[in-house]
């Protein structure tokens, strides 16, 4: 608030968005999420200013950089990242990944991977007899530790003595802040209070050991959550077959990478697809999950939905839940009414053509 001559004047809010398109269709699909957040936070009283960064494939074979600490030093000075997609085919894999994807998680300490499974009315699923009542529920996923830190090393590469160890790293602090998100979450999403963890404790007796103990220490102090146990092996089988029991499944970071894929297929996929690196006290990244998609480039074929639901899931995580509900009501009139298949290519509409029915049932509902 601002004093103006004698007046208590109300300023609006204003957020600061890094914008990061990258490579292939990140920048189609970046442009229909900027839209669809124009048109909402007119409506609901907020500004947006969004700040463009050239980071990516292309700029890396340009330049010979991935991020390098001015550009992190700017960014963590926003309030949010908006991420379209990183990956390049002319790259080596690991290179971009590690060099921006995962040091943006790392150095921001982005802890939570928050992947929403929601299966729209109108959306197809490949599961026989389930529909939007059976698939609804979300992965929080740990996204700082396990195999993820780069712990390990080779020795004699190359030579028949070759030996390759990958360590997964779990810390007590990295479990415990993981777990207790889902478990917050659960209660805020107040659906069917259920937190399963997700785990292997037949076999990584160590890591999961840890994961088992921190779960239900934490899970007694939600009386009202019931708790449940998966491996993933089963986790998978379950997803398939019975993804109703599910509400908010919590995961190390590698099998929520993995499981986090399959939720994707089930919900109608990669175009439907969103998901968010979150860091509760700090600078969090909302992204379409489905990568860069070199094949389809400028050619405005793939879907934006789901970089327009990575949107809904930054002003909602931003504290805008109006203009939130207002995206998503949105997003589910296109998916019922107007898109019948959301495959890229498939869908009937191009992919600015999808960001316009998106913002036009957005002014039609205000
Ligand atoms: C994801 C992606 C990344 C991951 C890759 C691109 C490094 O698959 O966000 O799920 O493995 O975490
Ligand atoms: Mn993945």
Not at 40 to 67: A, M, P, Q, W
Not at 103 to 119: A, G, M, S, T
Request: net charge negative.
């Amino acid at each position: 608030m601002m004093k103006v001559g004698g007046y208590v004047e109300v300023m609006s809010k204003s957020y600061d968005i890094a914008v990061i398109p990258g490579d292939g269709t990140g920048p189609e699909v970046v442009t229909e999420g900027i839209k669809v957040l124009k048109s909402v936070s007119g409506r609901c009283d907020f500004n947006l200013k969004f700040t463009y960064y050239d980071v990516g494939g292309e700029h890396y074979i340009k330049t010979g950089e991935t991020l390098s600490d001015e550009t992190i030093k700017s960014i963590i000075k926003q309030d949010a990242i908006y991420l379209g997609a990183i990956g390049h085919p002319d790259i080596k894999p690991g290179i971009l990944e590690k060099g921006i994807l995962l040091k943006l998680r790392f150095e921001l300490d982005q802890y939570i991977n928050f992947r929403p499974v929601k299966l729209y009315e109108g959306v197809d699923t490949p599961l026989k007899d389930k529909g939007p009542e059976e698939i609804d529920f979300v992965v929080v996923r740990e996204n700082t530790e396990g195999l993820y830190t780069g712990a390990g090393g080779c020795l004699k590469r190359g030579t028949v003595d070759e030996v390759a160890v990958q360590e997964s790293i779990n810390t007590r602090k990295g479990v415990e802040r993981c777990v207790r998100y889902a478990f917050e979450h659960c209660k805020r999403r107040n659906k069917k209070k259920k937190v399963t963890l997700c785990g292997k404790t037949n076999v990584l007796t160590f890591a999961f050991d840890l994961w088992e103990r921190v779960f239900y220490e934490v899970a007694r102090e939600y009386p009202d959550i019931e708790t449940d146990y998966a491996h993933v092996d089963a986790t998978c089988m379950w997803m398939v077959k019975n993804p109703e029991w599910f509400d908010v499944i919590v995961t190390d970071n590698m099998f929520g990478d993995i499981i986090t894929d399959l939720g994707a297929m089930i919900q109608g996929g990669m175009g439907i697809a969103a998901g968010a690196n979150i860091n509760p006290e700090g600078v969090s990244m909302f992204e379409p999950i489905g990568g860069s998609a070199p094949k389809y480039t400028g050619m405005q074929t793939i879907n934006p939905i789901a970089a327009i639901s990575a949107a809904q899931i930054m002003i909602e995580t931003l504290g805008e839940s109006r203009a939130a509900s207002m995206i998503e009501t949105a997003v589910i009139k296109v998916l019922r009414e107007d898109i019948k298949d959301v495959s890229a290519g498939k869908m009937g509409y191009s992919t600015s053509e999808v960001g316009d029915l998106v913002v036009a049932h957005i002014e039609k509902n205000d």
